[in-house]
């Protein structure tokens, strides 16, 4: 069985479409535990006791990710319905410090290497398979092309890599698409290797249903501008959540229009080589948002590969 498959059979819904591949007996036998003893899918980001650098297990992944937070001030130009942070109630901000990052993500790589992971929980009860390293992603509680420091540390990250000391692993950015326009973000994102991933948010199809999933600063033809530049220099993972929403899913003539602005951006020449199709699987700070069963996701992804010829994965 592949990689892809045995994500594919720890997904956290129960509700799952025929065909599906058979799932592994490791997995099958975690599935059988409580989910946070499982998978580790759903369960609280694990800092290890660092301030900017955590470890989860994501099924977009793969596997196990190591995310540097470059926003714990929180800053973020997106108010998305289904976000697990919590940007309403009063916090004490503290600044990212580059250093302190850098000697953080060392040592956390050093701790996965060493195999003490294990002896944690939830991560005690994971098959093997989901304790490899996948990526490192720059990711955090906001939009990280918009921490001030991004371009340092994006190249500290690359300098901890090219020392040579870990296995080498792959850099993903997971962002909102805003500020892939200026001019330091896009100077840094020169220096990723073709082996490195960005993943670019794209939720909707209109102004109207962006506003009311993502609630935004930016409008969307910004976004789909900053995709379709990067995405004419370099392959562009789309990243695509669906949720339900006050108990419902995606109205139908929203699905239309979301799927036209992928054919504009591959007709324009961007490269997509993956539409990622999920729903949020950890706690939400917004009540009224939930996880779209499988079903529904399986037949987004149907659609999209049906309607643009692009390849579509459910995660």
């Not at 509680?141 to 921490?147: A, N, R």
Request: aromatic share 6%.
């Amino acid at each position: 069985m592949s990689e892809a498959d045995k994500m594919q059979a720890t997904e956290t819904c129960a509700e799952v479409p025929a065909p599906e591949p058979k799932s592994h007996p490791d997995i099958r036998a975690a599935k059988a535990r409580p989910a946070s003893q499982a998978t580790g899918f759903g369960s609280p980001r694990d800092f290890l006791d660092n301030r900017f650098v955590y470890i989860t297990v994501s099924a977009r992944a793969r596997g196990l990710a190591v995310g540097v937070n470059l926003n714990p001030d929180k800053e973020c130009n997106f108010d998305c319905v289904y976000c697990e942070v919590d940007r309403h109630t009063p916090f004490e901000k503290q600044p990212l410090e580059v250093k302190t990052m850098g000697d953080e993500l060392q040592r956390t790589l050093a701790f996965l290497h060493s195999g003490q992971l294990r002896r944690q929980p939830p991560f005690h009860a994971l098959p093997d398979a989901l304790l490899e390293l996948r990526h490192v992603a720059l990711s955090g509680d906001g939009e990280p092309t918009l921490c001030p420091q991004f371009a340092e540390v994006l190249q500290t990250v690359i300098h901890i890599r090219a020392r040579g000391q870990f296995p080498f692993f792959k850099i993903v950015l997971l962002t909102n698409a805003t500020g892939l326009d200026l001019p330091l973000v896009e100077s840094s994102l020169k220096l990723l290797t073709p082996r490195d991933e960005i993943w670019a948010k794209l939720d909707a199809g209109t102004p109207a249903f962006m506003e009311r999933v993502n609630r935004p600063q930016v409008p969307l033809k910004k976004v789909l501008a900053n995709i379709l530049r990067l995405g004419r220099q370099r392959p562009v993972v789309i990243q695509s959540l669906f949720a339900l929403l006050e108990g419902q899913p995606p109205p139908v003539e929203e699905i239309e229009p979301y799927l036209e602005r992928l054919k504009e951006l591959k007709a324009g020449g961007a490269t997509i080589p993956l539409v990622q199709v999920y729903s949020p699987y950890r706690p939400m700070a917004q009540v009224r948002c939930g996880h779209l069963p499988l079903k529904s996701l399986s037949d987004i992804a149907r659609q999209i590969r049906a309607n643009t010829g692009l390849n579509a994965e459910v995660f």
